[in-house]
Structure formats: C-alpha cells, structure tokens
Nanobody, 124 residues
Framework: QVQLVESGGGSVQSGGSLRLSCAAS????????MGWFRQAPGKEREGVAA???????SYADSVKGRFTISQDNAKNTLYLQMNSLKPEDTAMYYC??????????????????WGQGTQVTVSS
C-alpha cells in the first residue's frame, strides 16, 4: 500500500531554514502529483506547494519566494526547502500523493494519500 513518511522538521529561529523530506513507497512514484500541506493549531489544513510528474509546481502565495518543492524520482522522495522561515510558518507539515490529478494543485481534496506529518516550529 501507499506509504508516505515525512522527516526533517524541527525548531528554528525566525529567518532560519529547514528541509523536509517525504519518502514514498508502495506505488509508482513518478506517476503521482505530490504536495506539501500544513496545519497550525486551531486552523484548517492548507496547501503549501505541489509538484507533478513533469516538474510543474504550484505554491501558496504565503510561501512564494521562500519555499521550494522538488523531488528525486530515483529515490522516490519529495522535498520542501524552507528558507526565511517566519513564526507564522509554525505548523505540522504533511506530504500527500494524488494519483488522479491532471493539473498540479494544492487543493487538499485532490489528494488521496497522506503521511503522518512532521512538526516545524519557528520562534521569533
């Protein structure tokens, strides 16, 4: 079955950087659209970035210019490089896979499979 395992979260000060990874297994990785999402306490889960099999990307306005999504198809791994982190980036970050997505998107309902999440905490 599809498994997604996130890693790389942690605590950093404002302005710092982190790189999240998501190891995928149980399906043909390169055929799916992959995304990063986050959920802060008391808030709804929101899309952060997504990438499709052709390498096309989509970003939430709040992270454009600071976050970069990428993938290594040979390693079945998704990445999220996060720079210039702000306290408002504090959240649980999840990766997700969508096998039926035609156009790259960060719409949550388009994704079928989810990881357990990794916590990112940014202090001021």
């Amino acid at each position: 079955q599809v498994q997604l395992v996130e890693s790389g979260g942690g605590s950093v000060q404002s302005g710092g950087s982190l790189r999240l990874s998501c190891a995928a297994s149980g399906y043909t990785y390169s055929s799916y659209c992959m995304g990063w999402f986050r959920q802060a306490p008391g808030k709804e889960r929101e899309g952060v970035a997504a990438i499709d099999s052709d390498g096309s990307t989509s970003y939430a306005d709040s992270v454009k210019g600071r976050f970069t999504i990428s993938q290594d198809n040979a390693k079945n791994t998704l990445y999220l490089q996060m720079n210039s982190l702000k306290p408002e980036d504090t959240a649980m970050y999840y990766c997700a896979a969508g096998p039926d997505i035609v156009v790259v998107t960060t719409e949550i309902y388009e994704y079928n499979y989810w990881g357990q999440g990794t916590q990112v905490t940014v202090s001021s």
